[in-house]
């Protein structure tokens, strides 16, 4: 009933730039808020940042001033833009959606997640 699809990621050097984007479909009434988060190998997944559908935006203390997240609301799409990367920043980063959705003539309310994708920083 709900996808999200993510596009972007793959190899960044450090000092480079990156772009994520993800996009929601299906029968939405309301996206309350998106965000990204990543888990590198033998870590816990962590919140990279977020954005409520008023705008209102959350980043995790280590991206803070090198990473920015927007949304279009028009497109149900939210994007990670990625300055300054690390080699720490290396994870699979995964789309996050608070949002409710229409089945039959009622809404829920439920959280969904993308397929993830690769973001590797290295020279």
Request: hydrophobic residues 30%; positive net charge; proline residues 2%.
């Amino acid at each position: 009933q709900v996808q999200l699809v993510e596009s972007g990621g793959g190899l960044g050097q450090p000092g480079g730039s990156l772009r994520l984007s993800c996009a929601a479909s299906g029968r939405l009434f309301t996206i309350y808020a998106m965000g990204w988060y990543r888990q590198a190998p033998g870590k816990q997944r962590e919140l990279v940042a977020s954005i409520t559908n008023g705008g209102t935006t959350n980043y995790a203390d280590s991206v803070k001033g090198r990473f920015t997240i927007s949304r279009d609301n028009a497109k149900n799409t939210v994007y990670l833009q990625m300055n300054s990367l690390k080699p720490e920043d290396t994870a699979v980063y995964s789309c996050n959606a608070d949002l409710a959705y229409f089945t039959g003539s009622v809404s829920l309310r439920s959280t969904y997640w993308g397929q993830g994708t690769q973001v590797t920083v290295s020279s």
